[in-house]
């Protein structure tokens, strides 16, 4: 069992900068891969960003660039450094873990976070 918190979420302004944490529970944090995703009001939530196991990152078209996700396997974090905020990142952001290998789609995760509210303003 895996329990993810994230943090860090808020209001910023376009152009403005935020990063999100999320700590996970458990000593096996180094076996899963780990994603963000966010649900804006009225919208399916979509994929934001994985990294895997060993590092290597992957990200939606619409983030490439801006955003930036990491890890910190002592400490059990994953994190998403968030640039150039625009209105259209307004969502709850969610942290997800999946065993081994990262994927795009948020029914292949295990474990979800209570999510973190990001609103940006214009």
């Known amino acids: 069992q895996v329990q993810l918190v994230e943090s860090g979420g808020g209001l910023v302004q376009a152009g403005g900068s935020l990063r999100l944490s999320c700590a996970a529970s458990g000593r096996t944090f180094n076996t899963y891969a780990m994603g963000w995703f966010r649900q804006a009001p009225g919208k399916e939530r979509e994929f934001v960003a994985a990294?895997?196991?060993?590092?290597?990152?992957y990200y939606a078209d619409s983030v490439k660039g801006r955003f930036t996700i990491s890890r910190d396997n002592a400490k059990n974090t994953v994190y998403l450094q968030m640039n150039s905020l625009k209105p259209e990142d307004t969502a709850v952001y969610y942290c997800a873990a999946r065993k081994y290998y990262y994927s795009e789609f948020g029914n292949q995760y295990d474990y979800w976070g209570q999510g973190t509210q990001v609103t940006v303003s214009s």
């Open positions: 990294i895997s196991m060993s590092g290597y990152t």
